[in-house]
């Protein structure tokens, strides 16, 4: 790790604590009526909960509306993402509602309000050493990479950026990343790469 990372840190945190606690206030209520509705027309459980890797790949808990059903084919096995995806969750993911449980994981430390997103632990092997290194800062709930293409970025080009990110972060830059954010949720651009739900599996890189 950089040593400069370290240095950052404790900062990054106290600015994640406060913008926190400070956008709980003020949006609980929507929170509330998410988790309901959710409960209404999806069913229990409201959160969808799954390992991902945190802060030099250790893994955490990450908490999100949930926005999928839970049918199944003939043989038991879970339909394809596509199929499941609720008109409900259609709406949370677009407007990325979805993401708002994971604020509990930024109070909890296990995340920032931005940094590269946490993908999954399978991806962890498949990572070239500079593509890892994107796991030198807490993972986020927006990032350099979702605010310059999101999921219509290849895979390369959105750990180029999360690497960027790691090597280049001020308390500026997450504010920048943090307003135009709001900016790129409101034009709904990136959401899913063509013929996917969300994006394509990452595979590895090629030899």
Known sequence: MRSYIKDILPVKRLVDVILTCLGLIIIWPLILLIAACIRIFIGSPVLF???RP???GKPFMVYKFRSMNEKKDGQGN???DGERLTG???SLRTTSLDELPELINVLKGEMSLVGPRPLLMQYLERY???QARRHDVLPGITGWAQINGRNAL???DKFQLDVWYVDNWSVGLDLKILLLTFWKVLKREGISQPGYATAEEFMGNEV
Request: proline letters at 11%.
């Open 49 to 51: 909960r799954q390992v």
């Open 54 to 56: 945190g802060f030099g």
């Open 128 to 130: 070239s050493p500079e």
């Open 154 to 156: 290849t895979w390369q």
């Open 88 to 90: 409900l969750g259609k």
């Open 78 to 80: 879970l339909l394809p």
